[in-house]
């Protein structure tokens, strides 16, 4: 079974960056879609970004287009969220999500069936 660990989260002014690693254990780890979902307090959980398992494919948030960038490094069974350009509402729990089950990268929670336990990103304006 693959386990997901991220990391990388923590508290940044508006304007900042901050780096996410997702860091999958397993063997069959890097071949999985995964995903970049964030939650706020209050608010429902929401799709952030997205990549196969090649990197050949890649979704975004429209909130987050142009400052996000989504990656993967397979040879070190991790995927990356790169953060730039933060502001006050990207403050959230951040999750990375894996499927196990279809390749393509949806943006609907219910098509990712293993989660990590999140790691907070605070962003003070």
């Known amino acids: 079974q693959v386990q997901l660990v991220e990391s990388g989260g923590g508290l940044v002014q508006a304007g900042g960056s901050l780096r996410l690693s997702c860091a999958t254990s397993?063997?069959?780890?890097?071949?999985?879609?995964v995903g970049w979902f964030r939650q706020a307090p209050g608010k429902e959980r929401e799709f952030v970004a997205a990549?196969?398992?090649?990197?050949?494919?890649?979704n975004y948030a429209d909130s987050v287009k142009g400052r996000f960038t989504i990656s993967r490094d397979n040879a070190k069974n991790t995927v990356y969220l790169q953060m730039n350009s933060l502001k006050p509402e990207d403050t959230a729990v951040y999750y990375c999500?894996?499927?196990?089950?279809?390749?393509?990268?949806?943006?609907?929670?219910?098509?990712?069936?293993?989660w990590g336990q999140g790691t907070q990103v605070t962003v003070s304006s």
């Open positions: 397993g063997h069959t780890g890097s071949s999985y879609t």
């Open positions: 999500a894996a499927r196990s089950r279809g390749s393509a990268v949806l943006s609907t929670p219910g098509a990712y069936d293993i």
């Open positions: 990549i196969n398992w090649s990197g050949s494919s890649t």
